[in-house]
C-alpha cells in the first residue's frame, strides 16, 4: 500500500494520488531548482546566504543539513492516523513533524545523520519539527490522548532513508529496526528530553542559530 503525502485530489475528472516519496522528490528538486548544490549554488543561494549572515566555512553544513531536513521533513506521516486523516477519515494525534523528529532520534537513524561529516543533528531534527513554525514547548500537550496508540508504516519510512542514503553515498539502516507500534504514553519523556536537547544545543550559539533559520527556511520555501 502506497504511503501518502497529501489528500488526492481531481483533476480532468481523475482522483490523483501523491505519495511521501513523489512528494519529497518534488520539495528536494525545487530546492536545487532554486539553491543549486555544494559544488555549484544558484545565485538566489548567494543573496540567501548574504541575508542569513552564513559565512563561507558554513555553507557546505547548510546545504547538507537543508538537503537532509527536505528528505525527512514528512518522514513522520508514515502512520496510520496520518493515512486516515489524508483519506478523510480521523485525525493525527500527534503532529507528523513532531513525530518525525523523534523517528531522527532512532538510533540506526540517528547514526546515519550523524555519519555525514558536515551535517547538524539538531539543526536537521529541530527544521523537520519546525517546518510548519509549531514547534515550542509542550509538545505532548498538543497530542490527542484520546488516540494514544499510533501504527507506524515502516516501509514509508524505510524508502525516505533509503533516498537519504542514496543522496549522501550512505549504507541503508535495516527496516527491523524501525518500530511498528507506538504509543502517546512512552513518548511523553523522549519529547521532555528532545526539548531539552534543542534548547541547550542552540544557547548562546548565534552562528548555529543563523544556520538553522536559514535550513528550516528554505525548507518551507521547498515546501510551499
Do not use: Y
Amino acid at each position: 500500500m502506497a504511503v501518502l503525502a497529501k489528500k488526492s485530489i481531481l483533476i480532468n475528472g481523475r482522483l490523483q494520488e501523491k505519495t511521501l516519496r513523489q512528494h519529497t522528490l518534488d520539495v528536494l528538486s525545487a530546492f536545487t531548482a532554486l539553491f543549486g548544490d555544494e559544488q555549484k549554488p544558484k545565485p538566489f543561494a548567494e543573496h540567501w546566504f548574504r541575508f542569513f549572515q552564513i559565512p563561507d566555512e558554513d555553507r557546505m553544513s547548510f546545504f547538507q543539513c537543508t538537503k537532509a531536513a527536505v528528505i525527512l521533513h514528512d518522514v513522520g506521516k508514515s502512520n496510520d492516523h496520518f493515512q486516515e486523516a489524508v483519506k478523510g477519515g480521523g485525525s493525527q494525534s500527534l503532529r507528523h513533524e513532531f513525530l518525525g523528529g523523534w523517528l531522527l532520534g532512532l538510533e540506526s537513524l540517528r547514526n546515519l545523520l550523524e555519519s555525514v561529516n558536515t551535517a547538524d543533528f539538531q539543526i536537521i531534527r529541530a527544521s523537520v519539527m519546525g517546518h510548519h513554525l509549531k514547534l515550542c514547548r509542550g509538545i505532548m500537550e498538543t497530542a490527542d490522548w484520546d488516540r494514544p496508540h499510533i501504527t507506524l508504516c515502516p516501509e514509508g519510512i524505510q524508502e525516505l532513508f533509503d533516498l537519504f542514503a542514496s543522496e549522501f553515498s550512505l549504507q541503508v539502516p535495516s527496516s527491523s529496526q524501525i518500530p511498528s507500534h507506538i504509543s502517546l504514553g512512552a513518548l511523553s519523556g523522549d519529547f521532555d528530553s528532545i526539548e531539552s536537547d534543542l534548547e541547550l544545543s542552540f544557547e548562546g550559539d548565534t552562528r548555529r542559530i543563523r544556520l538553522l533559520r536559514a535550513a528550516r527556511t528554505a525548507l518551507i520555501l521547498a515546501d510551499s
